[in-house]
C-alpha cells in the first residue's frame, strides 16, 4: 500500500466503526475492574490484576489503529469514481455472466464476502482501471475475467430502507 491516506467504502467506515464502538465497551468493562484487588491479595490476584492491564494496553492499541485509520480516510476524501482505488465500490460482469457488486479494500477482517483486498489477483486487476475496461486475473482455477460495469457507491445505498 502506498503511504498517501487511502479513501475507505461506506461499508468499511461502518464495520471500522462498530468494531471500534465494540472495542469501547470492552475497554470500559476490562478498565473498570483495574484495581479492585488489595494490594495484600495472592499471586494468582496479582497476575490477574497484570492481565487486565495488559489488556486494557492492547485495547487501546487497536482503538488508536482505528481512530488513525478513519482520520487517514478523512483526510483522503471520498473513494474515485472514474479510476478504481482502494475505498471504491466497483460493479463487474464475470466472465460467466455473473455480475457483483464489491469493495476495494485493504485487509478482509470484519467485512463480509463482497470485500476484494487490494492485492488479491482481482484487486490488482481492476486498481487504476475505468468503467468499460476488461481485465485478466489468475485465480487458483486458472484464468478467470471480468468487465468494470460501473465505479461508485452501490446501488440503492443510503435509501434509507
Known amino acids: 500500500m502506498s503511504s ?18 465494540g472495542l469501547k465497551a470492552e475497554r470500559r468493562a476490562v478498565a473498570g475492574t483495574l484495581g479492585s484487588t488489595d494490594a495484600t491479595g495472592d499471586a494468582a490476584d496479582q497476575a490477574d490484576e ?11 492499541s ?6 488513525l485509520r478513519l482520520r487517514q480516510a478523512a483526510e483522503a476524501g471520498a473513494p474515485r469514481t472514474d479510476e478504481v482505488g ?8 464475470y466472465s460467466d455472466g455473473v455480475v ?3 469493495a ?7 467485512l ?19 468503467a468499460g475496461e476488461a481485465v485478466q486475473y489468475e485465480t487458483p482455477g486458472g484464468p478467470a475475467g471480468a468487465e468494470i460495469l460501473s465505479i461508485g457507491e452501490t446501488a440503492g445505498e443510503g435509501d434509507g430502507g
Open 100 to 102: 457483483e457488486t464489491v
Open 86 to 93: 482502494v475505498g471504491s465500490t466497483v460493479t463487474v460482469r
Open 112 to 130: 463480509d464476502h463482497t470485500l476484494v483486498t487490494a492485492d488479491s489477483p482481482l484487486g490488482l486487476a481492476l486498481l487504476g482501471r475505468r
Open 50 to 60: 497484570l492481565q487486565r492491564a495488559t489488556d486494557v494496553a492492547r485495547l487501546d
Open 104 to 110: 476495494i479494500g485493504e485487509l478482509a477482517e470484519g
Open 4 to 21: 498517501e491516506p487511502e479513501p475507505i467504502s461506506t461499508e468499511a467506515r461502518r464495520a471500522i466503526e462498530a468494531e471500534l464502538d
Open 62 to 67: 487497536r482503538i488508536a489503529e482505528l481512530e
